[in-house]
C-alpha cells in the first residue's frame, strides 16, 4: 500500500499529543475539555435520545396476506 502523507501527518500529530499527556488518553480529554469551557465559546448540550421500537409486524394483518401462493410460483 502506497503511504499517504495526510494520514501519516493525522498518525504523528496523535503521537505528540498523547506523548504530552504520557499517552493517557482521559488526560488528554480532560485537559481538552478544560481549555474548550476556559475559551468562553458556548459548548453545544445534547439531549440523551431514546429509540422507540415498534412492535413486529402481525401475519394475516390484510385480506391479500392470506391468500395462498399460486402452484406454479407465479
Do not use: F
Not at 5 to 11: A, Q, S
Not at 69 to 74: A, N, V
Amino acid at each position: 500500500m502506497t503511504p499517504n502523507p495526510i494520514l501519516e501527518e493525522i498518525y504523528k500529530t496523535r503521537d505528540e499529543i498523547l506523548a504530552e499527556h504520557a499517552g493517557d488518553l482521559g488526560a488528554y480529554i480532560r485537559t481538552a475539555n478544560e481549555r474548550a469551557l476556559a475559551s468562553g465559546h458556548p459548548i453545544a448540550t445534547l439531549k440523551q435520545r431514546t429509540i422507540r421500537r415498534a412492535g413486529a409486524a402481525k401475519s394475516g394483518v390484510l385480506a391479500v396476506e392470506n391468500r395462498l401462493s399460486p402452484p406454479d410460483g407465479r
